[in-house]
């Protein structure tokens, strides 16, 4: 009998095979490829099919779906089932196909049920008729065809999943059932109570044809006989139900898809951190007679994949939990099994062990060179130089000092990204904190911060001083600069400009389903920014500008400025990136203000006459009043935002003073509104003399203390 012979021309049919639907109309679940507007359903209207292939658990649809396709369509429909049938009947098919082809330019569409069960040969016979269009194909299969079915016809075919379907859904197939006159029981009176429909449904558990059997095997042997003359009451209680449909068997195939699911589920209930779902799909797997040692191996595999460095116990745990297992075995194992399963599943989750996979990949990239100061010193130390400028960590303090570690062509690059949970959560922001000021040694400009002289012990000591605090942003003000703020995971920000990866990252950060813009002038930050980029997903990663496309930027919540006038950013400039904040945006400016900032005149006391130090005093005042463009760029501030706070941060330091960093500020060049050209012209020229030798003697190369004032200013536009 063909598969899809007339409804009504067998009346010995099971309901499941009566009730399959003929049309659209009718078909019941699925909605996820089914549903109106879905691509399946629109092909299936428009009778434009190509190729399919469905695949799902039984009892989800796959053989109804295709008998609604052969009532839809205007092509010839053959179908084959991969059990019962053979290469023989495959020729014949393709023999018909292509008749109908030739003789009446009629498409042939050939559904195979089970296809999975053809060996490859069988599959590959079928391939050169799909590949000219003779056929159609449209296969069934309960097994994962990626694996099952040959990549060729897979390719070449749209693969539709179909799943268990739901609760509702059932309920729909069964009342229609109960409703249908012709079909299912419409012309008898019967009533299902509540609770045995809800039992039917349960035990189903998503198969309509477990449910339409039991439903048959309810109704019909509740009457002393069925069928009851028509009009009669067939009443079908909770009891009834219970014994038509009895407990289903777990679907498990050790060698099958559902052994990949299951143990897939299973993994991913873990990583879930959902501790019933991982106890149930480890119960069924156990059920289904599973290897326990599969289990454990996979946990063993999930304590250092998903939770690794956020609980570097899961790995213990797992371990103890498989020798005692091994000791004990089944049926007292299983509590072993439990207990690292619970384990895992309730422990806090980091997946950053995959960072490692990215350094392979790096590795297969390229083969990069060791750093030279990297390299062993041993044998080549006089010849080559090799190891020199290494900084010995334990010799600074925290034993710990910012350097570069990676090969050159990989600067800035980040495999391990460390998680907030757990043990991880606590080292994320030493690791974060110590990589931005690793990234903003490679940033700063002074090319003296980057080497390191030999005999130079001042300025050797001031680095381990500096760099050893893994941060080149003094705590306080970064800590101002993020105070307070009301900053949303999906906010736009800009940093303007990129000063410090410090404030960049931390940005980022906060944002994740946001976005981060950052204003980098400099080809070299572009660069070194970009490298510490290169890990994140491409729409992930912020969008770096220089100053020419800041017209381009979005609407943002929110910007972070950075001492607008000494990076040369007029109030056109910030006048156009102010522009784009939104309604309650915020803007937190940061400067140094250098009235209340270290001055050099303070370095001359007690050098030079106190006549001389006075008018040198009064001078320096005038370097500090507020120059056109910074009462220009305050106006518009006030202008467009509103003032929130102003906060000053104070902070000290040992600062080195190399002789170039002192010769650019007592230069006496009048292009320049410099210390030594707004001090120097009010002096003659021994005065000068006397005045710079002073200031070389006391700050040329040496290590002197100095203090800085930060304003932080948060405003926000109304």
């Given at each position: 009998?063909?598969?899809?012979?007339?409804?009504?021309?067998?009346?010995?049919?099971?309901?499941?095979?009566?009730?399959?639907?003929?049309?659209?109309?009718?078909?019941?679940?699925?909605?996820?490829?089914?549903?109106?507007?879905?691509?399946?359903?629109?092909?299936?209207?428009?009778?434009?099919?190509?190729?399919?292939?469905?695949?799902?658990?039984?009892?989800?649809?796959?053989?109804?779906?295709?008998?609604?396709?052969?009532?839809?369509?205007?092509?010839?429909?053959?179908?084959?089932?991969?059990?019962?049938?053979?290469?023989?009947?495959?020729?014949?098919?393709?023999?018909?196909?292509?008749?109908?082809?030739?003789?009446?330019?009629?498409?042939?569409?050939?559904?195979?049920?089970?296809?999975?069960?053809?060996?490859?040969?069988?599959?590959?016979?079928?391939?050169?008729?799909?590949?000219?269009?003779?056929?159609?194909?449209?296969?069934?299969?309960?097994?994962?065809?990626?694996?099952?079915?040959?990549?060729?016809?897979?390719?070449?075919?749209?693969?539709?999943?179909?799943?268990?379907?739901?609760?509702?859904?059932?309920?729909?197939?069964?009342?229609?059932?109960?409703?249908?006159?012709?079909?299912?029981?419409?012309?008898?009176?019967?009533?299902?109570?509540?609770?045995?429909?809800?039992?039917?449904?349960?035990?189903?558990?998503?198969?309509?044809?477990?449910?339409?059997?039991?439903?048959?095997?309810?109704?019909?042997?509740?009457?002393?006989?069925?069928?009851?003359?028509?009009?009669?009451?067939?009443?079908?209680?909770?009891?009834?139900?219970?014994?038509?449909i009895q407990k289903k068997v777990v679907l498990y195939d050790k060698e099958g898809d559902y052994?990949?699911?299951?143990?897939?589920?299973?993994?991913?209930?873990?990583?879930?951190?959902?501790?019933?779902?991982?106890?149930?799909?480890?119960?069924?797997?156990?059920?289904?007679?599973?290897?326990?040692?599969?289990?454990?191996?996979?946990?063993?595999?999930?304590?250092?994949?998903?939770?690794?460095?956020?609980?570097?116990?899961?790995?213990?745990?797992?371990?103890?939990?498989?020798?005692?297992?091994?000791?004990?075995?089944?049926?007292?194992?299983?509590?072993?099994?439990?207990?690292?399963?619970?384990?895992?599943?309730?422990?806090?989750?980091?997946?950053?062990?995959?960072?490692?996979?990215?350094?392979?990949?790096?590795?297969?990239?390229?083969?990069?060179?060791?750093?030279?100061?990297?390299?062993?010193?041993?044998?080549?130390?006089?010849?080559?130089?090799?190891?020199?400028?290494?900084?010995?960590?334990?010799?600074?303090?925290?034993?710990?000092?910012?350097?570069?570690?990676?090969?050159?062509?990989?600067?800035?690059?980040?495999?391990?990204?460390?998680?907030?949970?757990?043990?991880?959560?606590?080292?994320?922001?030493?690791?974060?904190?110590?990589?931005?000021?690793?990234?903003?040694?490679?940033?700063?400009?002074?090319?003296?911060?980057?080497?390191?002289?030999?005999?130079?012990?001042?300025?050797?000591?001031?680095?381990?001083?500096?760099?050893?605090?893994?941060?080149?942003?003094?705590?306080?003000?970064?800590?101002?600069?993020?105070?307070?703020?009301?900053?949303?995971?999906?906010?736009?920000?800009?940093?303007?400009?990129?000063?410090?990866?410090?404030?960049?990252?931390?940005?980022?950060?906060?944002?994740?389903?946001?976005?981060?813009?950052?204003?980098?002038?400099?080809?070299?930050?572009?660069?070194?920014?970009?490298?510490?980029?290169?890990?994140?997903?491409?729409?992930?990663?912020?969008?770096?500008?220089?100053?020419?496309?800041?017209?381009?930027?979005?609407?943002?919540?929110?910007?972070?400025?950075?001492?607008?006038?000494?990076?040369?950013?007029?109030?056109?400039?910030?006048?156009?990136?102010?522009?784009?904040?939104?309604?309650?945006?915020?803007?937190?400016?940061?400067?140094?203000?250098?009235?209340?900032?270290?001055?050099?005149?303070?370095?001359?006391?007690?050098?030079?006459?106190?006549?001389?130090?006075?008018?040198?005093?009064s001078s320096e005042n005038t370097l500090y009043t507020n120059s056109a463009s910074e009462k220009?760029?305050?106006?518009?501030?006030?202008?467009?935002?509103?003032?929130?706070?102003?906060?000053?941060?104070?902070?000290?330091?040992?600062?080195?003073?190399?002789?170039?960093?002192?010769?650019?500020?007592?230069?006496?060049?009048?292009?320049?509104?410099?210390?030594?050209?707004?001090?120097?012209?009010?002096?003659?020229?021994?005065?000068?003399?006397?005045?710079?030798?002073?200031?070389?003697?006391?700050?040329?190369?040496?290590?002197?203390?100095?203090?800085?004032?930060?304003?932080?200013?948060?405003?926000?536009?109304?």
């Amino acid at each position: 009998m063909d598969l899809f012979q007339k409804q009504g021309e067998s009346t010995g049919e099971p309901l499941a095979a009566r009730m399959r639907p003929r049309n659209l109309t009718e078909y019941i679940g699925q909605d996820h490829i089914m549903g109106e507007g879905r691509l399946l359903r629109r092909a299936i209207q428009a009778d434009q099919l190509s190729s399919l292939i469905f695949y799902g658990p039984p009892g989800t649809g796959k053989t109804t779906l295709a008998r609604v396709i052969a009532n839809s369509t205007k092509s010839y429909f053959i179908s084959l089932n991969a059990v019962l049938s053979g290469v023989k009947e495959l020729r014949a098919s393709i023999d018909d196909a292509r008749e109908k082809r030739d003789l009446y330019e009629r498409r042939t569409i050939l559904f195979v049920d089970e296809v999975h069960r053809w060996n490859k040969s069988q599959q590959d016979a079928l391939l050169p008729w799909v590949e000219n269009g003779t056929i159609i194909l449209i296969g069934a299969t309960t097994e994962n065809p990626y694996f099952e079915v040959n990549s060729a016809l897979v390719s070449r075919s749209r693969v539709f999943q179909l799943k268990e379907l739901g609760d509702e859904d059932l309920r729909a197939i069964a009342a229609q059932a109960l409703n249908d006159k012709a079909r299912g029981y419409g012309q008898w009176k019967v009533s299902l109570s509540p609770e045995g429909l809800d039992h039917l449904i349960s035990v189903a558990s998503g198969d309509a044809r477990s449910l339409l059997n039991a439903l048959q095997l309810a109704v019909e042997t509740t009457p002393a006989q069925f069928p009851p003359p028509p009009g009669s009451e067939i009443a079908v209680d909770l009891a009834t139900c219970e014994e038509s449909i009895q407990k289903k068997v777990v679907l498990y195939d050790k060698e099958g898809d559902y052994h990949f699911d299951t143990i897939s589920a299973f993994i991913k209930s873990i990583r879930g951190s959902d501790p019933d779902a991982a106890l149930y799909w480890m119960a069924r797997m156990i059920r289904a007679g599973e290897d326990p040692r599969f289990i454990i191996r996979r946990m063993l595999i999930s304590a250092s994949e998903d939770i690794g460095m956020a609980d570097p116990q899961a790995l213990g745990v797992v371990s103890a939990a498989a020798a005692a297992f091994d000791r004990v075995g089944l049926p007292e194992g299983q509590f072993h099994l439990t207990q690292a399963a619970l384990y895992l599943a309730t422990a806090p989750k980091s997946n950053s062990s995959l960072a490692y996979f990215d350094a392979v990949r790096a590795v297969d990239k390229e083969q990069a060179e060791v750093p030279n100061h990297l390299k062993d010193p041993g044998r080549d130390k006089h010849a080559f130089g090799h190891g020199e400028g290494y900084n010995y960590p334990h010799a600074y303090r925290d034993h710990w000092v910012a350097q570069q570690y990676l090969p050159s062509t990989l600067k800035g690059r980040l495999f391990y990204q460390p998680s907030s949970q757990g043990f991880e959560g606590k080292i994320q922001e030493d690791v974060l904190r110590r990589r931005e000021a690793q990234l903003a040694v490679m940033l700063d400009e002074t090319p003296e911060v980057l080497t390191y002289s030999p005999g130079g012990k001042e300025r050797d000591r001031w680095l381990k001083r500096t760099m050893g605090s893994g941060t080149a942003l003094p705590p306080p003000l970064f800590e101002a600069l993020f105070s307070g703020l009301k900053v949303q995971r999906h906010h736009r920000l800009l940093i303007a400009p990129i000063v410090t990866g410090q404030i960049f990252w931390e940005a980022y950060r906060k944002i994740p389903e946001g976005g981060l813009w950052g204003l980098a002038d400099s080809l070299r930050v572009r660069e070194l920014i970009a490298f510490s980029m290169e890990s994140l997903p491409p729409a992930e990663r912020p969008t770096l500008l220089d100053r020419k496309a800041v017209d381009t930027l979005p609407d943002l919540e929110g910007i972070f400025l950075s001492e607008p006038l000494r990076r040369d950013m007029g109030e056109v400039l910030v006048s156009v990136m102010i522009s784009r904040l939104l309604p309650g945006g915020f803007l937190r400016l940061s400067e140094i203000d250098r009235k209340r900032t270290t001055r050099l005149s303070s370095f001359l006391e007690g050098e030079i006459p106190e006549e001389l130090l006075e008018r040198i005093g009064s001078s320096e005042n005038t370097l500090y009043t507020n120059s056109a463009s910074e009462k220009r760029l305050n106006a518009l501030l006030d202008r467009e935002l509103t003032l929130r706070s102003e906060e000053s941060v104070e902070t000290g330091e040992r600062r080195f003073i190399s002789g170039s960093l002192l010769e650019t500020w007592i230069a006496r060049d009048s292009s320049k509104r410099n210390w030594g050209s707004t001090v120097g012209k009010e002096l003659n020229e021994e005065e000068w003399r006397l005045v710079k030798s002073s200031l070389e003697r006391k700050l040329a190369e040496k290590e002197v203390d100095w203090t800085r004032v930060w304003r932080v200013e948060s405003r926000e536009r109304d």
